[in-house]
């Protein structure tokens, strides 16, 4: 059993295996802000090396037209705790067969969610990001129109500050899977625009003091803009 801790002014008692036993031991908050966006930034970088590399032979020894490889980035709102969030993503995928494409897709709420504290002064910030692996089906093609769905299935984590100093005292990693069903217009040459809506279920999360799995659960409405390569 974990022993807790009590902050003067902390509307929470955290495990003292989360909260760090002294200041001096915790990195500045902004440099933990800049290291978990570099992870991200590499992360979808990386996918989409993987893409462009796998892409080559997939072109060179298939006769059909359709195989290809594309990158995706796309601008989202989704429900956060009964809030609207900005978030961003991005994905790489491969076509294996005429109508299924495989690949990785992540995503990052942009800045911090406000979380109200128990009283006045305390409030909190959350800030969640999650990827994994992605399979996309096309249900319907027509000229340069394709309509879609697509399944996310994956892993998530979310973090939980004081917004008063900007000290964490709450982490925890969770599943997630978010099925999407969405459509994509060729505007020229191989650049797509498209749209989505989705919904991502989270379940795993137990140590998000004040939040349940439900509060991380919700739509989300993407406006995405896909290069595809031949």
Do not use: C
Not at 71 to 89: M, P, V
Not at 126 to 152: K, N, P, S
């Amino acid at each position: 059993m974990l022993s807790s801790t009590e902050y003067p002014g902390s509307p929470l008692s955290t495990p003292s295996s989360v909260m760090p036993p002294t200041s001096s031991r915790l990195p500045p908050a902004p440099a933990r802000r800049r290291k978990g966006r570099a992870v991200v930034v590499l992360s979808a970088l990386g996918l989409a090396g993987v893409a462009a590399v796998l892409a080559a032979p997939l072109s060179a020894q298939s006769s059909s037209p359709s195989a290809n490889a594309f990158a995706e980035a796309a601008l989202g709102l989704s429900r956060l705790h009964e809030k609207a969030a900005w978030t961003a993503s991005g994905a790489a995928l491969l076509t294996v067969t005429p109508r299924l494409s495989i690949g990785g897709s992540g995503t990052v709420v942009l800045g911090s969610h406000s979380l109200p504290g128990s009283t006045p002064g305390n409030d909190l910030e959350l800030r969640m990001a999650f990827g994994g692996l992605a399979g996309q089906l096309a249900l319907l093609r027509r000229d340069d129109r394709t309509v879609w769905v697509r399944l996310l299935a994956g892993a998530g984590n979310a973090k939980m500050d004081l917004a008063v100093v900007g000290t964490q005292i709450a982490s925890d990693n969770f599943g997630v899977v978010v099925p999407e069903v969405g459509a994509t217009l060729r505007l020229v040459g191989p650049i797509h625009l498209g749209g989505a809506l989705g919904y991502r279920a989270t379940f795993g999360v137990e140590d998000l003091p004040g939040l349940a799995p439900s509060d991380l659960r919700g739509l989300s409405a993407r406006v995405l803009v896909a290069v595809h390569r031949f």
